[in-house]
């Protein structure tokens, strides 16, 4: 049975009175449901397909095996991809009292992901009027991640990651909901299109307020050619935290994850 998130409703309602209190209390609230996070660290890229969510969940599960409290935020509301990446089975978080309660991978991160209440492959369900739905899609996006925010407890963690979908629009929403940016980590593939489209992204973050906490090279070794991440890193002054093979082993993951909690 899918959860229903009441914002959708609430705000395509005739009646839009006390939205902007409704919206001033979910911030209450996602400060309070955060006060026992330690760390948010967004995963970013300029670019959509070079690891972004498969990097996000590989490294939570090894800060869950470092013995770290893991969470993953799937902040790509319509091509949430963690649930399978995490294997994690639809319906698998919980509601109760209005707060929901995130699924559990196997190795014990946290996630919570539109995929664990949809239906496989169906959108989101946008009741804005059809004419205005690219308007209404981005500004239900952001009241989505609001009120996700604010209604997931995550419980106290060391780190909540958050896979971004491609795009800097949720960078900036996720950055206006918290009490400070997000810290960000970058994800490039070797090629110099994707340098220069990260690095765009990369300025953007920066210019937000994020502090950049490292470059992650991804599918290195295999057709894209390159050093991205090596000229970004220097670019930026940031480490260049991993380059990852395809298929990394579990002893890769490990490294980075040692890395990236050295890099607090
Ligand atoms: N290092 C890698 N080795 C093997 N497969 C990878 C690797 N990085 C990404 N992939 C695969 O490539 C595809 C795109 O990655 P994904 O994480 O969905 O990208 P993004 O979230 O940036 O759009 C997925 O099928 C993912 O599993
Ligand atoms: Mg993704």
């Known amino acids: 049975m899918p959860l ?29 449901r955060l006060a026992v996070v330690a760390r948010v660290v967004a995963v970013m890229s300029g670019k959509g397909g070079v690891g972004k969510s498969f990097v996000t969940a590989q490294l939570a599960r090894a800060l869950a095996r470092m013995g770290r409290a893991a969470g993953v935020l799937d902040a790509d509301l319509n091509g949430p991809t963690a649930p399978r ?11 109760h009292d209005g707060v929901v309660e995130p699924a559990v991978s196997p190795e014990g991160v946290r996630c919570f992901s539109m995929g664990l209440l949809l239906e496989d492959g169906r959108p989101l369900a946008f009741r804005g009027p059809a004419a205005e739905s690219f308007v209404w899609r981005g500004a239900l996006e952001a009241t989505a991640l609001r009120e996700l925010l604010a209604d997931v407890a995550w419980g106290p963690l060391d780190v909540l990651l958050v896979d971004l979908p491609p795009g800097m629009q949720r960078l900036a929403e996720l950055a ?9 980590l970058t994800v490039t593939i070797p090629t110099p ?6 690095r765009r992204a990369m300025h953007a973050a ?19 050619v390159g050093s991205a991440g090596e000229e970004l890193a220097t670019e930026f ?8 093979r395809f298929h990394p082993s579990v002893h890769e993951w490990d490294g980075l994850a040692h890395r990236v909690v050295g890099s607090a």
């Open 85 to 95: 990446l995490l294997r994690l089975p639809v319906a698998s978080c919980t509601l």
């Open 176 to 184: 206006e909901l918290l009490p400070a940016p997000p810290a960000v």
């Open 206 to 224: 920066r210019a937000g307020g994020s502090e950049l906490v490292g470059i992650l090279e991804n599918m290195v070794g295999g057709e894209f």
């Open 4 to 32: 229903n998130i009441r914002t959708y409703h609430d705000l395509t309602e005739p009646d839009r009175s006390g939205l902007a209190e409704q919206i001033g209390a979910q911030r209450r609230r996602v400060a309070e």
């Open 237 to 244: 002054g940031i480490p260049l935290l991993a380059r990852l």
């Open 193 to 198: 299109e994707s340098r220069d489209a990260v």
